[in-house]
């Protein structure tokens, strides 16, 4: 038996985590056969859409492309170099905002954070629906704003590719690497802070 | 048969979204009698830990505190007066925060976006588990620095309480009546930008 070359994405066969989560991983290998039908685009949409804010403020946009089109190559475009060799094979690219102030002028303080927090949500319905998701920072802000109309207090974060995984994509040997290469974190002894051992006496 | 009181939580009974999305809702009443064991909290930080990151930075620190103890009780007094009401109840508080400069000094610009991303995963952990989440901006940030050993690039963003959901819990009468008012979003239409649209030509 051929042993899966992504066995090595899943972080621990032990884990107590659910599927969608530990299974989860950011390809760059996605099937340009893959059409992102609407239903399924607006669920995607809806699962960011009841994710919680402070206090509900919501202080999120989604840019929403669709593969084929001139608005998809328009986002295409704005992408750093590397991305700019498999992100066209995604079935779709969203252009993931936050919202800088509400609609009294008041700063929103955690735009960033729920914004994060949408996308997530978005990553998990994507997931539970067999899709792959990988998000990029590396993108012309400038660019999705002198080619888009979003508003002044809008501020692209992030492009997100959601599409179909395919194993077989054709990609460049230093990315197919990185395809099968193990998924690692921080230990957890790293990012937690013992709260017994960090209260000040 | 008695309708369901929380029934209004869930946002549309013919929606695709997975349940652990669409039956989440930030409860403020808390079983005071359930007790968070070290296998679930372990889950419930790995689901963290596991979570995207730009360059995969992992931006994140949890501080840990479960009900009983002294930390826990100097996380309680570090809230805003109403989250001090039913807080206390959660079976552990955990104090999410962002990490602002990697180890070389360099700003790490995704750190809220990405810290927003993990405590989803973990809220979704959580839910999956049978628990309930509900996170709180309203705590002094100072309180937290001056009773807890964080470090200088560590900042508190959110109090995250995890415990389990009392349908029944004892709640002031004003908040009581939140536990079961519907869940509302804006509209798709509202956060939605259609590229077809918003492309300058």
Same mark, same amino acid.
């Given at each position: ?13 032990? %884990? ?18 893959? =059409? ?9 949409? #809806? $699962? ?38 498999? $992100?066209?094979?995604?079935?779709? *690219?969203?252009? $993931? ?8 002028? +008041? &700063? ?6 729920? &914004? ?7 990553? =998990? ?7 792959? =998701? ?15 109309? *979003? +508003? ?24 197919? #690497?990185? #395809? %099968? ?6 230990? *957890? ?8 051992? $960090? *209260?000040?006496?």
């Amino acid at each position: 038996m051929t042993p899966d070359p992504f066995s090595a994405k899943v972080p621990d066969a032990g %884990s107590a985590m659910v599927p969608v989560l530990a299974e989860r991983w950011s390809p760059r290998g996605f099937d340009p056969s893959h =059409v992102m039908d609407e239903p399924t685009l607006a669920c995607l949409l #809806e $699962a960011a859409q009841w994710s919680p804010s402070a206090s509900n403020s919501q202080p999120w946009r989604f840019l929403v492309t669709v593969r084929g089109t001139p608005e998809f190559d328009a986002v295409v475009r704005s992408l750093a170099g590397a991305n700019q060799v498999w $992100a066209p094979h995604a079935s779709c *690219l969203i252009v $993931a905002c936050r919202v800088m102030s509400d609609d009294r002028g +008041g &700063l929103l303080r955690w735009s960033a954070y729920d &914004l994060g927090q949408a996308v997530a949500c978005l990553t =998990v319905q994507a997931e539970s629906l067999g899709l792959s =998701v990988h998000q990029m920072g590396g993108f012309s802000v400038e660019a999705i704003h002198e080619d888009f109309d *979003l +508003g002044a207090s809008v501020e692209p974060l992030v492009v997100v590719a959601v599409g179909r995984f395919d194993p077989d994509a054709d990609l460049p040997e230093d990315l197919r #690497e990185r #395809e %099968s290469a193990p998924r690692d974190r921080r230990a *957890l002894s790293e990012i937690v802070v013992d709260g017994r051992e $960090a *209260l000040r006496s």
